[in-house]
């Protein structure tokens, strides 16, 4: 399925007839169809409202629409008003209308234990940055196979890169941390995610594609 990319707006032509003098008018007023809302259409057709709020995905969706520099068509969408015992990392194929992976990641240890609730730009704050990023080139690092990322909002990431925000594996985000309602391990900052994960999810999205990450904090985003 391929989605739209826009809304629609469609205009019906009318029958005309000729008055003696040639000139000609429509017999009936132009049927105006309402506009689509694309990203509730999306929204809904790829049943996301299982794993997202709407408000999370629509800003999500509206700032890649308008990030020209994106070089692929995917979606990543990081919601941090979910607890991090929860699957709150999506990769979305907007071409295909596919999710394609949906997976825990773990938060920054200075933005809150269950809950992130507190956002950073500061080198060594060990916090978590909302926004819009996007993804760089992959290397082997001390986490392992790891994902660069380039914050793109002045004042709220662009320090990501300075302070080697990078996806990554971790142990203290697999799945087994959290049994039982516990809550996932914390990054210095980074969104790591389950050791199995790490590597299909990096592949899938690196290379110029957008991730956002959510969040609700009135300290670092009106």
């Known amino acids: ?19 003696k003098e040639g000139t000609e008018v429509p017999t009936h007023d132009t049927l105006l169809v309402p506009q689509v809302d694309s990203c509730q259409l999306i929204y809904e057709e790829m049943g996301l409202s ?12 509206d700032g890649y629409r308008q990030i020209k ?8 969408l990081i919601d941090f008003t979910k607890p991090s015992n929860e699957e709150r990392l999506l990769v979305l194929d907007m071409v295909e209308g596919k999710l394609l992976f949906h997976s825990l990641v773990a938060h920054g240890r200075n933005s809150g234990d269950l809950y992130a609730t507190r956002f950073s730009n500061r080198p060594e704050s060990h916090q978590s940055s909302l926004g819009f990023y ?3 080139g992959t290397y ?5 196979y790891s994902l660069r990322l380039n914050g793109l909002e002045k004042g709220i990431n662009d320090n990501a890169l300075a302070r080697a925000i990078v996806i990554h594996g971790a142990a203290y985000a697999d799945p087994s941390v ?27 999205i690196k290379g110029g594609s957008v991730l956002y990450i959510y969040g609700e904090n009135s300290d670092q985003r009106s």
């Open 1 to 19: 399925m391929v989605l739209l990319c826009g809304a629609l707006l469609l205009m019906a032509g009318s029958p005309r007839v000729h008055h």
């Open 50 to 61: 299982a794993w997202v709020g709407e408000k999370a995905f629509r800003e999500a969706y």
């Open 178 to 204: 959290c049994r039982g309602g516990r809550r996932l391990g914390r990054s210095w900052g980074c969104p790591a995610l389950p050791p199995a994960l790490n590597r299909p999810i990096i592949d899938a």
């Open 69 to 76: 520099d994106r070089k692929k068509e995917i979606l990543t």
């Open 140 to 144: 082997i690092g001390k986490n392992g």
């Open 134 to 136: 996007l993804t760089e």
